[in-house]
């Protein structure tokens, strides 16, 4: 039987340069998407799915993170004094995540690359498999897509990539899966991946957006790059990297997610989140559609 995925990474370490100047005091990961800030989402996701052990991998200067997630019992009690019910069950509710989620926090050290958190986090987790969600995705579906990469990681007992299909004019923003054969049920056996491919180059209909299950046997090969790395400091870490030499020789797949995906790296995308998750909120929505309206109306 395959094991139980219980363990899951977030890497939240990164600078946010595609959003500066917004991100020069405030983490990326700490920006709101409605009425809590995208890493939330993310860490949602991830109780939701059934994962007990959560591990932040952030840098020096993300504190912000950790406070969001930290209980405040003083504070909550200072608003239930002053008759502030709803607030105070809002505010404990936040830090009830981090017992929930039994979230701990790890500071990245080592190359440049999205491959390092994974590689530090990785360390304390033995021979489990694990998933990594990145903290500026978020991921709108009636079944968690966490929840859907534990089910195809169940089936299948190797390493599952979270894909979506794309538009082949957009295969430059995405890394791009080489599918070997399509097992039905949005499962596809792949074995590779090609960053940024040109369309005419792209190897297959669909991107990988940013969601893993993760086996000892790809950490594994990130040791054997961090070796290369120690020997010739030149480059960055990179998972993809990782999962083509393990994909080489062993079965990888591609799940294709069900629901809606919103990227929030960069000024439109971020917009976007926020605009649809708004729009998609009962107590707001309707207004921010009138207004909406009205603007498409006054252009």
Do not use: C
């Not at 409605?34 to 949602?44: K, L």
């Not at 790059?225 to 020789?249: I, K, S, W």
């Amino acid at each position: 039987m395959p094991t139980t995925i219980r363990r899951a990474v977030i890497p939240a370490a990164g600078l946010g340069s595609r959003l500066l100047p917004l991100t020069k005091a405030t983490p990326k990961e700490m920006l709101p998407v409605g009425d809590r800030p995208v890493i939330e989402h993310t860490v949602r996701e991830l109780i939701d799915s059934g994962i007990t052990d959560i591990t932040i991998v952030v840098s020096g200067d993300k504190s912000a993170i950790q406070e969001h997630f930290r209980p405040t019992p003083a504070l909550v009690a200072q608003l239930r004094a002053d008759g502030k019910t709803a607030y105070a069950d809002a505010v404990e509710e936040v830090g009830e995540l981090s017992r929930r989620g039994h979230i701990t926090y790890l500071y990245q050290h080592g190359p440049y690359g999205n491959g390092t958190p994974v590689l530090n986090a990785a360390r304390n987790f033995g021979d489990e498999p694990f998933l990594v969600l990145w903290p500026d995705d978020v991921f709108v579906a009636e079944v968690p897509r966490a929840r859907q990469l534990v089910a195809a990681f169940e089936k299948t007992n190797a390493p599952v990539l979270a894909l979506m299909p794309m538009d082949p004019a957009d295969s430059q923003r995405y890394g791009v899966p080489v599918v070997k054969e399509d097992l039905g049920d949005g499962s596809l056996r792949i074995t590779g991946l090609v960053e940024k491919p040109r369309p005419e180059d792209a190897p297959s209909g669909y991107a990988a957006i940013g969601g893993y299950v993760l086996t000892p046997g790809v950490v594994d090969e990130l040791r054997e790059q961090y070796r290369h790395f120690e020997e010739n400091p030149v480059g960055e870490l990179y998972l993809t990297d990782a999962l083509n030499a393990y994909a080489a020789r062993r079965a990888v797949y591609g799940q294709v997610i069900e629901g809606r995906w919103y990227d929030t790296g960069n000024p439109l995308a971020y917009l976007t989140a926020q605009f649809a998750h708004v729009l998609a909120d009962p107590a707001y929505g309707p207004a921010l559609l009138e207004l909406a309206k009205e603007h498409a109306g006054d252009r």
